[in-house]
Every structure is written in structure tokens, then in C-alpha cells.
């Protein structure tokens, strides 16, 4: 038996976990940043997720000069934040969850699906209505300016 180095880990932890428990000296403009790129490696993995599964993208605005009906998005009857889906699939497995009850289900389907949450009355433009009540839409403010995605028909309502 020898030494240990400062290479080796704690007990049976992982390396990461041993790491992670050191304070965050980042600047909140170096989080932000660290985020952004996340999210942006996150939507390029639904992407890919997509083009593997052979499904067609959520439709992107025309290149014309026509402006896009605005909307807002909101679980009607909450604040809640709202869950937003790069495929239609992937909405409507969340959908079928969610009309059991079933929290571990819909859990499943966002992390599943590449899903992600905007607050509630995030703005957002329709771009398509779908079969079975969903809707594509752009988010045009916050976090997720610029992405497309698939909600409820009813949770994207008009101004």
C-alpha cells in the first residue's frame, strides 16, 4: 500500500462528486454563458434525436415578410412553468401522462424527449397547428428565444 496522490478520490465516490463539492467561484455573466451552451448542446441533441428517428422538425417560419400571429403560453388555471417539446411525439407522450396523473410519466417524457420548461406566460408565435390539439410554436422571449416546439393547443393562447 502507498500514498495516496491528490489524483485519487474519496471512499467510493466518484471523482465528479468529490469535484462538485467545491463552491462555485464563477461570474453570474460566466454562468449565463455556461448555460446558454448547455441549452444550446441540448437542443442540437434533440435535433439529432430527431434526424435519427427520421421525424420532421418543427416547422420553421417563412422567409417572408409575414408577420407571425403572437401568443402566450400558460397551463390554463396555473402559473406553473410550461413544458415545451421539440416534436409533436414527445408532446404527446407528456399529454398522455399527464391525463393520469402519472408525475413520474411526464417526468419520463421531458427528460426523454429533449423537453424543456419556460415560465408561465412566456411569449411565443404560432407556426403550426398539428393533428390531435398541438401546436408548434417560437418562443420569442427569454431563455429559449428562438426555439421551436410543440405544446397543447390550449396552452398557447392568443393577444
Given at each position: 500500500m502507498g500514498r495516496r496522490t491528490g489524483e485519487e478520490h474519496y471512499g467510493n465516490a466518484p471523482p465528479s462528486v468529490v469535484a462538485d463539492s467545491t463552491p462555485d467561484t464563477r461570474t453570474p455573466e460566466k454562468?449565463?454563458?455556461?448555460e446558454d451552451r448547455?441549452?444550446?448542446?441540448?437542443?442540437?441533441?434533440?435535433?439529432?434525436?430527431v434526424r435519427e428517428r427520421g421525424e420532421a422538425e418543427?416547422?420553421?417560419?417563412?422567409?417572408?415578410?409575414?408577420p407571425q400571429p403572437h401568443c402566450s403560453l400558460?397551463?390554463?388555471?396555473?402559473?406553473?412553468?410550461?413544458?415545451?417539446?421539440?416534436?409533436?411525439?414527445g408532446m404527446g407522450e407528456f399529454?398522455?401522462?399527464?391525463a393520469t396523473g402519472d408525475a413520474p410519466g411526464m417526468q419520463a417524457a421531458i427528460v426523454g424527449n429533449h423537453g424543456y420548461y419556460v415560465p408561465s406566460q412566456t411569449g411565443c408565435a404560432w407556426l403550426h397547428v398539428g393533428l390531435l390539439g398541438s401546436?408548434?410554436?417560437?418562443?420569442?422571449?427569454?431563455?429559449?428565444?428562438?426555439?421551436?416546439?410543440?405544446?397543447?393547443?390550449?396552452?398557447?393562447?392568443?393577444?
Open positions: 454562468i449565463a454563458e455556461d448547455a441549452a444550446e448542446a441540448k437542443k442540437e441533441a434533440g435535433r439529432e434525436r418543427p416547422p420553421t417560419p417563412r422567409a417572408d415578410s409575414t400558460s397551463i390554463p388555471g396555473t402559473k406553473q412553468r410550461v413544458p415545451v417539446f421539440p416534436t409533436e411525439d399529454a398522455k401522462a399527464a401546436t408548434s410554436i417560437r418562443i420569442t422571449e427569454g431563455a429559449h428565444l428562438g426555439e421551436a416546439g410543440w405544446v397543447p393547443t390550449e396552452w398557447a393562447s392568443g393577444q
